[in-house]
C-alpha cells in the first residue's frame, strides 16, 4: 500500500484503532510457503483486542494449511470510501473540467504472527470476547454449552507487530478545497459520504497531518 506523508495515519493511534474497530470486518491474509503461487485470503469479522486480533474460523478453511507452512499474516481494513469528481475540487474560478477525480478512503493493514487455537477453553475464550463486543446485553449462553461444537472450528490469535495506517481524505490540498468538497459530500449523502465528512472533520482538526 502507498502511503504519502499527507494520509499516513501510522502515528495517529486512536484514529486507526477507532476505524478498525468500527469497521469490524476486513480480508485475513496469509502467504503461506514458498510453493504457493498465490496467498490464502479469508473475508471474516474480526475483534482488536489490545495489540491482538482474535477471531474464529471453520476448522476445514484452507487459510489453515498456509498458516502451518508459514505463520505471518496480514489483516486487511478498508472503508469509508467515497468517489470524488474532479468538477468538486474547483473553487472560485477555477476551471471544473480540470479537476482530476479521485476516491477518498481509509485502510489499515496490521501485521503479525498468527496462532492457532484448537483447545476448547481457548476458543471458548475467544468466542466470549466476540460475543462481548457483538452482543453486550449477554442474552445468549456463555460459549462453552457449544463446546461439542467446537471441534468444527478452530480459533486464530494474531499479535500484531506493525501497523500501515492510509487516511486518503485531501491532506494535499488547502482548506478552502477541503470545504468545498464536504460541502459537496453533505449534499450528495450517499453510503460512505458521511464517513468522508467525518474524516474531513479530523483532518481539519489536525491540521492537515
Known sequence: MLIRKHDDGTDDDDRWRAF???????????????????????????????????FHLAGPNPVFEALAENPNVVLSVAGDWAYIPGGWKAIGDEDPRLGIPTTYYGAVQLVGRATVIDDPDGIASILRRQLADLEPTGDLVDP???ARRF??????????????AKFKYGGNI??????????????????????ALHHLGVLGASGDT
Request: charged share 30%; glycine share 10%.
Open 151 to 164: 471441534a468444527a472450528i478452530r480459533g486464530i490469535e494474531v499479535e500484531v507487530s506493525e501497523v500501515r
Open 20 to 54: 478498525v474497530v468500527r469497521q469490524g470486518f476486513g480480508h485475513f491474509i496469509a502467504g503461506g510457503g514458498p510453493a504457493r503461487l498465490v496467498p490464502v485470503v479469508v473475508p471474516t469479522q474480526f475483534l482488536l483486542d489490545g495489540d491482538r486480533v482474535v
Open 144 to 146: 462453552s454449552e457449544h
Open 174 to 195: 488547502d482548506e478552502a478545497h477541503r470545504d468545498r468538497i464536504a460541502d459537496e459530500l453533505a449534499a450528495r449523502n450517499r453510503p460512505g459520504d458521511a464517513a
